[in-house]
């Protein structure tokens, strides 16, 4: 099955600096890569996702990148904000007849440093 | 809000115990997905729901189980509970079944004492 590496596990960022967080897979097959932002006792909110056929896609601040053929995918966030502090997932979709579910990466906790 | 709702908020229960979990999925949407969050395991995929019918299976256990109803709500029964079953388990929903982007409820905080 898919197999998703998240690095790094904790970033600690000054506030207005940019974070990138880069997630690997291993399903060549796989064809949806969204990321989502959990808050501590909340439910995962997707906040960008990129489909295949595509090799970058913005959103704001937030943009996120896919190479297809070194299976990796990075999320960029610019001017950083207190408010970006959150755990942040990726997560990977298969092709399995269109019936899937999502193969998340462990997460990385995002400091914003005052 | 997301649209997806999930009861109870909080379940607190014996080892032993069966236990049942319901997600109602956002309107319109044909597609729920059960996941379980712990953590050692993360956010892990248990199974997908379309539209009444199973259409994929992740890493569930056999004392687990779920279905679709006609009005497209979902349950998920957790039986012969362990310690090891604490965990919060969400409920997402999708429009479709293939590219279409996940949803998720506020999930359901499980205590196994």
């Known amino acids: 099955g898919e197999n998703v590496e998240q690095h790094p596990s904790t970033l600690s960022v000054q506030e207005g600096d940019s974070a990138v967080i880069k997630c690997t897979y291993s399903?060549?097959?796989?064809?949806?890569f969204p990321w989502y932002k959990q808050e501590l006792g909340k439910r995962p909110q997707l906040i960008i996702d990129?489909?295949?056929?595509?090799g970058e896609k913005k959103d704001q601040r937030i943009a996120v990148t896919l190479n297809k053929t070194a299976k990796h995918f990075s999320l960029h966030i610019t001017e950083t904000q207190p408010e970006d502090s959150a755990v942040y997932f990726c997560a990977a979709k298969g092709a399995g007849g269109g019936a899937d579910g999502l193969t998340f990466g462990k997460g990385t906790h995002l400091i914003i440093q005052p | 809000d997301s649209g997806v709702t999930q009861t109870p908020k909080h379940l607190i229960t014996a080892t032993g115990q069966r236990v049942t979990l319901r997600c109602s999925p956002r309107s319109g949407d044909l597609s729920v997905y059960w996941y379980q969050q712990s953590l050692d395991q993360g956010l892990q995929f248990l199974i997908q729901y379309y539209n009444g019918e199973e259409r994929a299976k992740g890493n569930i256990l056999e004392r687990f189980s779920a279905q679709q109803f006609p009005d497209l709500h979902s349950e998920l029964n957790l039986s012969s509970l362990e310690l090891g079953d604490s965990a919060l388990y969400f409920c997402?929903?999708?429009?479709?079944?293939?590219?279409?982007?996940?949803?998720f409820g506020p999930g359901t905080r499980l205590t196994v004492l």
């Open positions: 399903d060549s097959a796989s064809n949806y």
């Open positions: 997402a929903s999708s429009a479709g079944l293939v590219y279409n982007e996940q949803f």
């Open positions: 990129i489909r295949s056929n595509v």
